[in-house]
């Protein structure tokens, strides 16, 4: 029943996966062996964080820009839109504080630039820092 469930889940990934021209990034071993796509590819599971990110980057030759670090919604990979601090959505004890904010098309969550931003480009630029950029 449990592997059931599992191939149900594969199947659904992988076709939306197609119908949004993606690939999947597992650590799965049963989902890379499954064979259902070959949109589907294995990150070391063993690796950490940091090394799987080169992996990615390096395999699929992705040019990293950091101009675009964060470009995209951590939540749903919406777009983002520029909203005023007025906003019904960002938190009054944050306006007083930041001046530019944005919202995800998507799913509607605000992002600023705080400390969090802050040390998650540093961090990003550190983790590819030995990459060509």
Same mark, same amino acid.
């Given at each position: ?13 992988? #076709? /939306?996966?197609? &119908? ?5 990034? $597992?650590s799965d071993e049963h989902l890379f062996r499954s064979r259902?796509? @070959? ?9 950490g964080k940091q090394r799987q990110l080169v992996e990615v ?5 992705? #040019? /990293?820009?950091? &101009? ?5 919604? $951590? ?10 601090? @007025? ?47």
């Amino acid at each position: 029943r449990r592997h059931h469930a599992r191939q149900l889940l594969y199947r659904r990934l992988v #076709e /939306v996966s197609e &119908a949004e021209d993606r690939v999947i990034l $597992t650590s799965d071993e049963h989902l890379f062996r499954s064979r259902l796509s @070959t949109r589907v590819f294995l990150v070391g599971k063993s690796l950490g964080k940091q090394r799987q990110l080169v992996e990615v980057v390096r395999g699929f030759r992705i #040019e /990293v820009d950091q &101009a675009r670090f964060f470009s995209r919604c $951590t939540k749903c990979n919406g777009d983002f839109q520029r909203i005023d601090k @007025t906003h019904r959505g960002v938190p009054a004890r944050l306006a007083d504080v930041h001046e530019a904010f944005w919202i995800c098309k998507s799913c509607s969550k605000v992002y600023w630039e705080g400390s969090t931003f802050k040390s998650g480009c540093e961090h990003l630029a550190k983790s590819l820092s030995h990459l060509k950029m």
